[in-house]
């Protein structure tokens, strides 16, 4: 299918743009309406993405006089 069509039909993925009202802050959906999502301008919520597994951290580095110092009294 093409995908201007997809986008006219609504078919595509949606946008995940935002809706915003006159004051230009966010909409929040409406509960009562549960086909048609308010909150967002294309009316249906973007899929969510998968989490990238977090990097490991190096340790702490400890604090005080480091070993070997020339400054010991």
Excluded: Q
């Excluded at 995908?3 to 946008?15: D, R, T, V």
């Excluded at 951290?57 to 070997?68: D, H, I």
């Amino acid at each position: 299918m093409f995908n201007w069509l997809k986008n006219i039909l609504g078919l595509g993925e949606p946008s995940g743009k935002r809706a915003r009202n006159a004051k230009g802050h966010f909409v929040k959906d409406d509960p009562n309406t549960p086909n048609f999502n308010e909150a967002y301008v294309d009316g249906r919520k973007p899929k969510r993405k998968p989490r990238k597994p977090a990097a490991k951290k190096a340790p702490a580095k400890k604090r005080g006089r480091p070993k070997g110092s020339k400054n010991k009294k």
